[in-house]
């Protein structure tokens, strides 16, 4: 399980309840390739019944057919809406349009629109509030925004962000998300071994996008098993040390890499149904635990 400064969620959730009713609706950008591992759980519990934006970024590296199954999904939520954005996109007034129409108290275009923005890291929250405040403003790191825990950001005369970036999440309970995380670069590449990323990198691919695999590197038959598919790669691309063996550690940077950058066309690593189906496993897996530990404290009483 990966942990995320959990010393500090406390200290963030208070400030998180303090703000919430100075805002007028919370924006939550999430990273288009993967809408349900990059949603922080904690937040829809924390912002209760805040109007809420799902700002689904970086568009441009996800496959338009799985992302609009998640808007769907998405806007199935009361009190939420989405918006699909790259970093290219100029989204101020559909942005603005959309915060004025889900705060009713800010219908009013002479009033000015206060919106929290949250967003686990690398999801490009830095680069739309630069962009959309046609100035940079200064990354405030994890560790400062834990002192001051917000910063504000006139954006315009009409709208004005309100950054938290010590809002993470606690832990990461399912261990796909963990490695779709790994795969996009949202979770320091230290946090799993590099060979284990390629390996679910490789396994997703072949079973969504073979097509795509068989283009980039020029298969003519696609492995079924993801080592297999990291050699023929190795190969391809002479990932290879003394005595011809495979370089296994260079062609997985090689694999996350070139996936990163979108070489291999757009992608959604997630369904909402088979994300949906993840969760449930957790779950159980949470229930079991439960009652091992209930029936450890059970025997110990009984001694
Ligand atoms: P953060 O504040 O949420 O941590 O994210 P940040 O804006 O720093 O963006 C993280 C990386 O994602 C940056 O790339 C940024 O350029 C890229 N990015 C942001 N939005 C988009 C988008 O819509 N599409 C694509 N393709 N990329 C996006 P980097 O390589 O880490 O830095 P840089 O060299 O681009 O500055």
């Not at 809406?81 to 915060?99: A, E, F, G, Y």
Request: charged fraction near 25%.
């Amino acid at each position: 399980m990966i942990q995320w400064y959990p010393g500090h969620m406390h200290k963030a959730s208070k400030a998180f309840k303090e703000i919430l009713p100075h805002v007028d609706v919370v924006i939550e950008m999430l990273d288009a390739r993967l809408p349900g591992s990059s949603e922080n759980p904690m937040l829809a519990r924390l912002r209760r019944d805040k109007p809420c934006i799902k700002l689904l970024n970086k568009s441009d590296l996800s496959d338009p057919d799985r992302l609009a199954a998640w808007v769907v999904e998405l806007e199935q939520h009361s009190l939420v809406k989405t918006l699909v954005c790259s970093s290219t996109d100029n989204i101020h007034n559909q942005l603005l349009d959309l915060c004025r129409a889900m705060a009713p108290k800010r219908q009013n275009r002479s009033t000015m629109v206060y919106a929290m923005i949250a967003g686990i890291p690398n999801v490009g929250k830095s680069t739309l509030i630069n962009r959309l405040a046609g100035r940079r403003i200064a990354k405030t790191g994890n560790e400062a925004a834990l002192t001051r825990m917000q910063q504000r950001i006139e954006i315009s005369a009409e709208l004005t962000l309100i950054d938290t970036p010590g809002m993470l999440w606690p832990n990461i309970e399912n261990e796909a998300s963990g490695y779709r995380l790994a795969a996009t670069g949202a979770i320091r590449d230290t946090a799993l071994e590099l060979q284990d990323v390629a390996s679910f990198i490789a396994e997703f691919l072949i079973e969504v996008y073979p097509q795509r695999l068989i283009r980039r590197y020029d298969i003519e038959t696609l492995p079924s098993a993801e080592v297999e598919l990291l050699e023929l790669i190795a190969h391809q691309r002479g990932c290879l040390v003394s005595g011809g063996r495979v370089d296994l550690e260079k062609v997985s940077r090689l694999l996350i890499s070139e996936f990163r950058a979108g070489e291999l066309g757009g992608m959604c690593l997630e369904t909402p149904a088979g994300f949906a189906a993840e969760w449930e496993q957790v779950a159980v897996i949470r229930a079991q635990k439960a009652a091992a530990k209930e029936a450890r404290k059970s025997r110990r009483r009984n001694k």
